[in-house]
């Protein structure tokens, strides 16, 4: 990438962007680069070559922008961090699931920072990576729907006129007449089961090849807490005589060595948390009905005081890398000699 924007600094959210991107992808190709030793259907393997390399190429380029500004680069995550040689830990359904949820993440991530992105260059680049990005899911879910493994939205009558809502019973949920789910609820119930199954399956897998108890700990708490958000969510549906989704948990391998370190996995899991921040903020946005609202804040306490907990150990352990920051005036000020 030519840069000819040397008279322009990067501002905070480009600089917070351009870091929270580099330092998930390496982690990425971490993860990617182990998912390769164990696969053996070809169509597989190739959408998770192609998105090795568009973490790579990602890397790289953000790497470069780096160089040109004087930002110091983000140790991220590092062939410290991964063991190519242990063994499969997850069936090779499960890396098209994998990808589904980070693609998501991605384009999630990307699309936030397009609109916020004053430099031209720094822009185009985050627009080419949603692309990217789109892409990539694209690919997944056509090799999901072929390969059978696809599980679309359930299915709901096509309305047979345009109607307006008359009374605010509409917003029940707890009491009196509760009215059926609508398409939207639909929707985001359905994609935030999806999310989840596959964030149960990486933590049943994490939990088995953690090395340190306190870490395991954190995984097995941390399914137990996605199951009961998939069992309420599923609930909502199946009191419509709506169908949910199966689990993946038997897509996960008996194996107990790791492939990854603990400061990586925890690392990741934090970012899937994160990531079910947006989701079930999106979902209370387009929400009708009280009880919906009040299951998605209990969920969204859950998960915050999850990944408080969760960051708390990378720091403990030193494994949280600083994000760029603002100057603490109070504290410069103390300092002065």
């Known amino acids: 990438m030519e840069n000819n924007y040397n008279h322009i600094r990067l501002t905070s959210a480009e600089m917070g962007k351009l870091w929270v991107t580099y330092t998930g992808n390496t982690m ?6 182990y998912y390769l030793q164990h ?16 973490s790579e190429k990602l890397v790289n380029k953000i790497k470069d922008i780096f160089i040109q500004e004087n930002f110091p680069i983000p140790i991220g995550f590092t062939d410290q961090d991964v063991n190519l040689g242990a063994p499969r830990l997850f069936s090779d359904e499960f890396y098209l699931h994998y990808l589904k949820y980070t693609s998501k993440a991605g384009m999630s991530i990307y699309s936030i920072a397009i609109p916020i992105m004053t430099r031209e260059d720094i822009r185009d680049f985050f627009i080419k990576m949603f ?13 999901l729907i072929a390969k059978g493994y696809y599980e679309k939205s359930p299915q709901i009558p096509t309305p047979d006129k345009v109607d307006f809502i008359k009374k605010q ?3 029940n949920g707890f009491f009196g007449d509760i009215r059926s789910l609508h398409a939207l609820e639909i929707s985001h119930l359905h994609d935030n089961i999806e ?3 596959t964030s149960k399956c990486l933590l049943i897998g994490f939990s088995q090849v953690s090395q340190t108890e306190k870490v395991k700990k954190f ?7 996605t199951n009961k958000h998939i069992e309420a969510s599923t609930q909502q549906l199946h009191k419509d005589n709506l169908p949910s989704l199966p689990l993946l948990d038997d897509l996960v391998s008996t194996s107990t060595y790791t492939p990854f370190s603990d ?8 970012d899937m948390f994160s990531m079910k921040i947006r989701s079930y903020a999106n979902a209370i946005s387009l929400n009708g ?3 919906l609202g009040a299951m998605y804040v209990r969920f969204l306490k859950d998960i915050g005081l999850y990944v408080e907990d969760g960051t708390n150990i990378m720091i403990k352990n030193g494994w949280m890398e600083q994000p760029p920051e603002a100057v603490d005036r109070k504290e410069l000020a103390m300092n002065k000699e």
């Open 28 to 33: 990425a190709k971490c993860v990617l680069r």
């Open 289 to 291: 009905r009280r009880d």
């Open 195 to 197: 999310n989840n199954v």
């Open 131 to 143: 692309n990217s990005a789109v892409n990539l899911l694209n690919e997944v879910n056509k090799i």
């Open 219 to 225: 995984f097995l708490r941390g399914k137990e807490l």
């Open 169 to 171: 019973k509409y917003l």
């Open 39 to 54: 696969i053996d259907d070809k169509d597989i393997k190739k959408v998770v070559k192609n998105a090795l390399n568009l």
């Open 263 to 270: 400061k990586l996995m925890l690392w990741h899991k934090i």
